[in-house]
């Protein structure tokens, strides 16, 4: 019962990602493609992973 790593595939260059343990709505930096990947959900060791929108400030002012 003792996970050491998880794995994820990034939805967007499909490179395999090992990582330390993340909890749901963590944040990780693909290192191939370089999106920022949010933790959808963690199940049996594998991530479902989420590109993030990278929002630059762009409220108006
Ligand atoms: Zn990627």
Same mark, same amino acid.
């Given at each position: ?5 998880? @794995?994820?595939? &990034? =939805? !967007? $260059?499909?490179?395999? /990602?090992? #990582?330390?343990?993340?909890?749901? +709505?963590? @944040?990780?930096? &693909? =290192? !191939? $493609?370089?999106?920022? /990947?949010? #933790?959808?959900?963690?199940?049996? +060791? ?16």
């Amino acid at each position: 019962m003792s996970t050491a790593a998880v @794995t994820g595939v &990034c =939805p !967007e $260059c499909e490179t395999d /990602l090992t #990582v330390p343990p993340l909890v749901e +709505g963590e @944040t990780l930096s &693909c =290192p !191939e $493609c370089m999106l920022t /990947l949010r #933790v959808e959900a963690v199940q049996d +060791g594998k991530l479902t992973l989420q590109m993030v929108e990278v929002q630059l400030r762009d409220w108006g002012q």
